[in-house]
C-alpha cells in the first residue's frame, strides 16, 4: 500500500472518485456535488484557509485508489476541553481493512502533530459545522444535502484505531402533517391570543430585511457557545442569497414580539432528492438539468437547517408558537416527511424541544470521535451545556 499526497488536479479527480468506487454498490448512497468538495480545499473559496491549513492523501494499492482522508488545523476551531490544541479529520474513506485504515490515520496523525496538534476530532470539515460533520453510526439511509454517508463498517476502523466518541449527533424524524402533540399546541394557544406576537414567512423581495432578523437572533441564541462566531448581517444576506434558487418561502419562519425578532425556523427542500440526479456535476448543462430536474421531479421531504429563539424566550413557550404556526402552513405544501438536522447530545434543552413536538423519532444518529495523542491522558466526552 502507498500513501500519495494530493498536490494536483488530477490527484483531486481521484480524491472525489474514491468517495464514489468505495461507495458505488450502497443504493442509498448519493453522490455529493464535486465543486462543494473541491471548494472545500480552495483557498479563493474557503474562508478557513485564514486560520489553517490542509493536507489530504490517496492510499494505494497495485494503482487502485482504496483510501483516502485529509487532515486540517484551524486556529478557530474550539471544542470543549482540555487537550490542548485539536486538529481534524475528514473526507475519509476506506476498504474494509483495518491495516489500510490505520496507515490513513497514522498520516494524518503525523503530519497533525507536527503542526503542534494534541489531538484530532473526526470526521469534521474543513469550515463550517452545517456540512460534511460526524460519522453515521445509525440510520444508513440516503444522507441530506451536505451530510456525511459512510458504510457502516467505518466505525469498527475508527474505534479499533483509538478514536472514542466526543458527542453524538442525533438527527430526527416526523411525519410534518400528523398532529403535533397536545403540550405544543397548548402552549401555542397561550401566544396566538396575544395580538404582540405574530410568526411569519420569509419574503425572497425582502432578504435583507431578514437577513438582518436572522443575524439578531442567531447572535443572541449562539455566537459565543462553542466556539460559533457573530454573524454579520451581510453575511447572511450572502448566505440567502446562495439559498434563493432552492428557497421555499412557506417553510421559513421567523417569530416576533410585536417588530423584534425572537425566533427563528429555517428549512429547506431536500435537495439530494433532486441532486441525486446530476452524478455530483454542476456545470452549465447539469445546471439546466438540475432547473428541469427541480420542475419535474417532485420534492416530498424537507430538513431543518437553523432553529432559535434568543435567550429571554426561551422556556417559555415561543418554540411551540412557531412550530404551531408553522404547521398550519405544512398542511398545505407537498412535504410529507420531515427531518431535523443534527442536535448534539451535549444539548439536551434543543434534544427536548424535538422530541416535545409530537410523533418524533430518531432517524439517523452520527458521532464526532475524538483521538488523544497522549495515549496516557484521560478521555473527557464533550460537557453537557447547562
Known amino acids: 500500500m502507498q500513501l500519495v499526497e494530493v498536490t494536483d488536479v488530477q490527484l483531486a479527480k481521484e480524491f472525489i472518485r474514491t468517495n ?3 461507495n458505488r454498490n450502497n443504493p442509498d448512497y448519493i453522490q455529493p456535488l464535486d465543486k462543494d468538495i473541491n471548494d472545500v480545499f480552495d483557498e479563493k473559496k474557503n474562508k478557513t484557509f485564514r ?3 490542509v493536507k489530504r492523501w490517496l492510499l494505494k494499492k497495485d494503482g487502485k485508489n482504496i483510501g483516502r482522508i485529509a487532515a486540517f488545523t484551524n486556529k478557530k476551531y474550539r471544542n470543549k476541553g482540555d487537550e490542548g490544541p485539536v486538529g481534524g479529520i475528514g473526507f475519509f474513506d476506506c476498504i474494509n481493512v483495518q491495516q489500510a485504515a490505520d496507515k490513513l490515520f497514522d498520516v494524518a496523525k503525523q503530519w497533525l502533530t507536527q ?17 460534511w460533520w460526524g460519522l453515521v453510526v445509525e440510520g444508513f439511509q440516503s444522507p441530506l444535502y451536505g451530510m456525511n454517508y459512510n458504510p457502516p463498517y467505518y466505525k469498527d476502523l475508527l474505534e479499533n484505531y483509538g478514536f472514542q466518541p466526543f458527542f453524538h449527533q442525533i438527527c430526527f424524524g416526523m411525519k410534518p402533517k400528523n398532529k403535533l402533540s397536545d403540550k405544543v399546541m397548548e402552549r401555542h394557544a397561550i401566544y396566538e391570543k396575544d395580538p404582540q406576537f405574530s410568526v411569519r414567512n420569509i419574503e425572497k423581495a425582502k432578504l435583507e430585511k431578514y437577513a438582518a432578523d436572522f443575524a439578531k437572533v442567531y447572535n443572541a441564541a449562539w455566537a459565543g457557545h462553542g466556539g460559533l462566531k457573530e454573524l454579520k448581517t451581510e453575511q ?3 448566505m440567502f442569497k446562495k439559498m434563493k434558487p432552492v428557497m421555499d418561502e412557506s417553510i421559513i419562519w421567523f417569530a416576533y414580539k410585536n417588530e423584534d425578532p425572537i425566533a427563528i425556523f429555517v428549512n429547506l427542500p431536500d435537495l439530494n432528492q433532486w441532486f441525486k440526479h446530476l452524478n455530483g456535476k454542476f456545470d452549465l448543462l447539469h445546471k439546466l438539468k438540475f432547473l428541469w430536474v427541480k420542475k419535474t421531479v417532485k420534492c416530498t421531504k424537507f430538513t431543518g437547517i437553523v432553529f432559535g429563539v434568543v435567550p429571554e424566550f ?5 418554540d411551540s408558537f412557531m412550530v404551531g404556526e408553522a404547521y398550519k402552513t405544512v398542511l398545505k405544501n407537498p412535504y410529507d416527511e420531515y427531518e431535523m438536522q443534527w442536535i448534539g447530545d451535549f444539548n439536551p434543552k434543543m434534544i427536548n424541544v424535538a ?3 409530537g410523533d418524533v423519532y430518531q432517524s439517523r444518529k452520527l458521532t464526532t470521535y475524538r483521538y488523544l495523542f497522549d495515549r496516557t491522558k484521560e478521555f473527557k466526552r464533550h460537557p453537557i451545556l447547562a
Open 20 to 22: 464514489v468506487e468505495i
Open 355 to 357: 422530541q416535545g413536538l
Open 51 to 53: 486560520f489553517g491549513t
Open 115 to 131: 503542526q503542534g496538534m494534541e489531538a484530532m476530532d473526526g470526521p469534521i470539515n474543513f469550515g463550517e459545522r452545517d456540512r
Open 236 to 238: 447572511v444576506v450572502i
Open 314 to 318: 426561551q422556556g417559555k413557550g415561543i
